[in-house]
């Protein structure tokens, strides 16, 4: 929200008061509480009649140091909060310099001068990170009487924003306003599904605003040298986090706001769905299942998308009697062809439902504060909507999807939960305001712990639309609906590279777009970005997306990427297991990996895939693309041309390939099997070497489909020997050396061999 009217005014009926200096300092168990006036005090008079802002300042975490600032603290906290982690045996220092006082967490302080005008300067390593100045901590009201907590913090030449959440705008976040309010707005708009107050920098931090509701940032956007941050309220606070990389910047704020869970294997596999308003019977998925399979496409998951239930009726989570009337067989049928199973849900009763009078008699459904359930005709006729703060309610619902997974029903695409009323009244007395984004944090995380529960730990998989901060939890989360268009691909990609540094480890897209039909050309191109994604899926509105619809060629391509994918396995689960780890995204923008390039720093039609596969997808009729390689020579995956960078390349490809390069360096494991996404993927591995330098050492560990380690290699060149030695390796194992002119060199491993040499050159 802006609220100056340039440089020297402020805005029609707009005031505003920010601290000017501090008046007294305490400090106590490990915290730093500043009594900062609004005025220059010269005398005791000009202490009356004025506020008084409390700022509060701690260190949760290493490298973390939070700041609280408030007007008035008598107000009622309703919640609802984001949960947070904090490290019990942290014990951030703190220290004065004559008037100087300092907090300091691991690299971290957060400096203040008591005699010097209002100023919080945060450092690192010797180095300024950020500061809050004349501006930076205070509190504005508007015209229609609302009190707003406001937050800026300078940014330096030359420093870029990103973040937010899954944003479709600008991937560079510099210039815009952004609010973080749920909404269902498509991908073509500046509303977002999934907001996230975090965003980072390319100076070396974060900054996470921990309120659930409302947060209205302008980025460069009002004051140009500043991030403004503001909530409603009389207190906002956030949390500076320091990297030095961006990956230690996401790494410090998953450890704080949650870690994203582990996906199953399967679930990295192909997913077909029915698409939306299609027409779909038992008889239309047999013959989309056995079309995959009659054209040697490897299919993982097959999905249901609404209309699995009956019309006006969502959700009574019972499948259409008039054209599923054996679902419990046609889902037997399905895993005898080693398929999972998805369906569509959404937190909303329809008036329709059976469930809507068992709901409204208990007290599950959100009501308004005369105690009429609240109601509207927006998407299903007189729904209502589950109140996931009420306990029993996220029992009764949870119960309605056990029923499901007992029938043989794997995982759920948790659509919507954007759209959240706040005229309402919630069970736990919830605030409202801080529900409405909040509200699918309840959602996912009680659909996620039914899978849990039901199929155990690291099975347990969403499809997913909405998120706030701390939901990569519960992965995976998809784009929304987006038009079948390269432009809308585009835009589709820079909102998933935002996500991916807002925290969010897994993500995914509708392959081939979701309103309208795609042509050949848009469905073949999405379908290799897709499947060069975290999690792939076919998915649309109102027309099939099963290749054949669309060319024979679009077949293979479909079938080619595909087994690609599969035989990427050993290397794409590791990526997943760095994302539950440290919340590194599977899919990278450029600036995550090349944080000292300074032509990353910008780029959003391109990303990393793991930390060693680089892809431009191809967003051209004509298959034009224009990319860029940082340092080194990399090695396209597929053809085995090299190339050195750093330099940007403007090129055509057919339909069969895109840029697909191999990191300097790198040693990418190759599984031996097309045939699926699950297998042993030690078993028969290839490690491809890529122009290691002399003296490299890489360490390559193969995952197990169940998350533990199946095997590591150690790579080593000295001069012109390669050495690589392996521990754990049972089966059969390859090492493949590429050339300088395309050629590659094989070198086999028999079972149980630990060490194996070759020449270079």
């Known amino acids: 929200m802006k609220f100056t009217d340039g440089y020297w005014l402020m805005r029609d009926g707009v005031s505003a008061s920010y601290a000017t200096e501090v008046a007294e300092t305490r400090v106590e168990d490990g915290r730093l509480t500043l009594y900062a006036p609004v005025r220059h005090v010269e005398n005791r008079g000009h202490t009356l009649n004025s506020p008084l802002l409390t700022v509060e300042c701690w260190s ?18 309703r919640g609802p909060h984001f949960t947070l982690n904090s490290s019990p045996d942290h014990a951030p220092k703190i220290t004065r310099d004559g008037s100087a006082v300092e907090l300091t967490s691991g690299a971290l302080s957060l400096r203040v001068d008591t005699d010097a005008p209002w100023r919080l300067d945060f450092r690192a390593g010797g180095r300024p990170l950020t500061s809050a100045g004349r501006r930076g901590t205070g509190f504005a009201t508007t015209p229609d009487g609302e009190h707003h907590s406001v937050g800026q913090l300078a940014l330096d030449v030359g420093e870029l924003v990103y973040g937010l959440g ?32 975090f965003h980072l920098t390319n100076r070396g931090y974060g900054v996470f605003v921990n309120h659930p509701g409302r947060v209205s940032y302008e980025i460069g956007s009002e ?80 999905h249901f998308d609404c209309f699995w239930m009956r019309q006006y009726q969502w959700c009574d989570f019972t499948w259409d009697p008039e054209v599923f009337p054996d679902p419990e067989g046609m889902l037997r049928r399905l895993k005898e062809r080693d398929l999972r199973v998805s369906v569509w849900i959404n937190p909303y009763i329809a008036q329709k439902s059976p469930l809507f009078e068992e709901a409204r008699e208990r007290g599950f459904l959100v009501r308004r ?26 029992d009764w619902y949870a119960d309605k999807l056990r029923a499901l997974t007992r029938q043989g029903v794997d995982c759920f695409k948790t659509d919507f939960g954007e759209r959240v009323p706040t005229d309402v009244v919630w069970h736990d007395g919830s605030d409202p305001e801080l529900m409405h984004n909040y509200y699918t944090q309840l959602y996912n995380e009680t659909v996620f712990q039914v899978l849990t529960e039901e199929r155990g730990e690291n099975e347990a998989v969403l499809f997913a639309r909405s998120a706030t901060a701390g939901g990569q939890q519960f992965p995976v989360h998809w784009g929304g609906d987006c038009e079948s268009t390269f ?31 795609p042509t050949p050309a848009v469905f073949k191109r999405w379908t290799q970005f897709g499947l060069l994604s975290s999690h792939s899926r076919l998915h649309g509105s109102k027309s099939y ?80 693309v224009e990319y860029y390689l940082p340092e080194g020579v990399w090695t396209h995956f597929l053809t085995g041309e090299r190339v050195r960078g750093p330099v940007w390349r403007r090129e055509t490809y057919g339909f069969d390939s895109l840029p697909l390069f191999a990191r300097p360096g790198s040693v990418v494991p190759f599984g031996r099997s097309a045939e699926g996404a699950v297998y042993d993927w030690a078993d028969g ?21 169940d998350g533990s380690t199946a095997a590591v290699f150690h790579t080593r060149r000295d001069g012109d020997d390669l050495t690589v030695w392996a521990e754990g390796a049972t089966g059969l194992w390859h090492v493949q050396l590429s050339g300088p002119s395309g050629e590659s060199t094989l070198l086999t491993a028999r079972p149980g061999t630990e060490v194996l040499t070759a020449r270079l050159g």
């Open 166 to 197: 899954e944003r479709f705008t600008p991937f560079v976040k510099n210039g815009q306003t952004v609010d973080i309010w749920q909404a269902d707005g498509g991908t073509a708009s500046e509303q977002a599904y999934k907001n996230v107050p």
């Open 487 to 517: 432009g809308a691909m585009a835009e589709s990609l820079r909102g998933g590279l935002s996500l991916g540094l807002s925290g969010f480890g897994f993500w995914s897209h509708d392959i081939g777009g979701f309103e309208g039909t």
């Open 545 to 624: 997306r099963v290749p054949w619809d669309y060319d024979e060629e679009a077949v293979a391509v479909t079938r080619d990427f595909t087994r690609l994918k599969h035989r990427l396995m050993p290397y794409l689960y590791e990526a997943a297991r760095q994302a539950a780890r440290h919340g590194t995204p599977v899919m990278r923008a450029m600036v995550l990996e090349f944080p000292d390039d300074p032509s990353c720093h910008t780029l959003d039609r391109q990303y990393m895939l793991g930390g060693d596969l680089l892809v431009a997808p191809v967003f051209s009729e004509n298959g034009t």
């Open 685 to 705: 591995v290839t490690l491809r070497v890529h122009e290691p330098a002399d003296g490299d050492h890489a360490t390559t560990r193969i995952p197990a489909p």
């Open 369 to 394: 504060a005369d105690g009429a359930v609240w109601q509207w005709d927006l998407w299903q006729a007189g729904m209502g909507l589950v109140d996931f703060t009420h306990p029993g309610a996220r």
């Open 60 to 77: 949760p975490a290493e490298g973390v140091i939070g700041v609280r600032s408030s007007h008035h603290t008598g107000g009622v906290d």
């Open 223 to 302: 004051s140009v040298g500043q991030v403004q941050f503001s909530v409603p309220g009389q207190s906002v606070e956030y949390f500076v986090i320091h990297g030095p990389t961006p990956k230690e910047i996401i790494d410090r704020y998953t450890a704080l706001t949650g870690r994203p869970a582990l996906p199953p294997a399967w679930s990295l596999g192909l997913w077909l769905s029915t698409s939306f308003t299609t027409s779909y019977d038992e008889e239309t998925v047999n013959r989309f299942v056995t079309g995959m399979a009659e054209r040697d496409i490897p299919l993982g998951v097959f």
